[in-house]
T-cell receptor
């Protein structure tokens, strides 16, 4: 069983809709949670991080964390075609090592 | 502030050769982590360096090694290349090590192809 699980997708949403990306993790000691966006042929770009239970909003992005359920999600409001990319969930337990999920491919259709 | 830089961006090598990749972190960042990305295995942690010391190591064979210099620049080396080493090698920069609560920023990567 992988430590960080994501649905590989593709997740297809129409332009202007809310895209909901989900991630589960197995290590209850995990302390911090990150969402990266990766365009094809490019390197991952950090878009959100969250450390505490609840919601964290940054512009069109909202990260949600539920440590009891070992679940973290990313909501993208008003999705744009330029949001089409692979979204990587990453988790740290102790220390600075990131453990990544396999990524979810998001497609936003005009 | 300049981002993370990696050189070279592309490399083609043959089996059995060795390769050295270089990474310069964001100015002021002292921790450098290396990751390997392949279509089959995804993104996997190789190792982390902080203050010229390896702080953490992933599950890779000893052919993969690295070092960090006093200016925080880092190199990784892969010896006796195998076909399966073909991957995107990513360097990530963060302010400090030994902390779960700091962000990592990735460089553009080095695309290594082993023939």
């Amino acid at each position: 069983q992988k430590e960080v699980e994501q649905n590989s997708g593709p997740l297809s949403v129409p332009e202007g809709a809310i895209a909901s990306l989900n991630c589960t993790y197995s290590d209850r000691g995990s302390q911090s949670f990150f969402w990266y966006r990766q365009y094809s042929g490019k390197s991952p770009e950090l878009i959100m991080f969250i450390y505490s239970n609840g919601d964290k909003e940054d512009g069109r992005f909202t990260a949600q964390l539920n440590k009891a359920s070992q679940y973290v999600s990313l909501l993208i409001r008003d999705s744009q075609p330029s949001d089409s990319a692979t979204y990587l969930c990453a988790v740290k337990n102790a220390g600075n090592m990131l453990t990544f999920g396999g990524g979810t491919r998001l497609m936003v259709k005009p | 502030k300049a981002g993370v830089t990696q050189t070279p961006r592309y490399l083609i090598k043959t089996r059995g050769q060795q390769v050295t990749l270089s990474c310069s972190p964001i100015s002021g960042h002292r921790s450098v982590s290396w990751y390997q990305q392949t279509p089959g295995q995804g993104l996997q942690f190789l190792f982390e360096y902080f203050s010229e010391t390896q702080r953490n190591k992933g599950n890779f064979p000893g052919r993969f090694s690295g070092r960090q210099f006093s200016n925080s620049r880092s190199e990784m080396n892969v010896s006796t290349l195998e076909l399966g080493d073909s991957a995107l090698y990513l360097c990530a920069s963060s302010l400090m090590a030994v902390s779960s609560y700091n962000e990592q920023f990735f460089g553009p990567g080095t695309r290594l192809t082993v023939l």
